[in-house]
């Protein structure tokens, strides 16, 4: 769940990118630490399915 909602909330910088509401810069900011969060998620998630 948590993984999928990263994936919204990178959907909706995008958005506010395109339409000009938050600046190249912070989108690449916010873009670099969404994708850090998700891999950091995706190995817990990992660790805790392979303890099972």
Request: proline share 0%; net charge positive; no cysteine.
């Amino acid at each position: 769940m948590a993984i999928g909602s990263s994936s919204e909330v990178e959907y909706q910088l995008i958005l506010a990118k395109d339409l000009k509401y938050i600046t190249e810069e912070t989108w690449k900011s916010l873009s670099k630490n969404i994708t850090a969060i998700r891999k950091m998620m995706l190995s817990f998630n990992k660790k805790l399915n392979t303890h099972n």
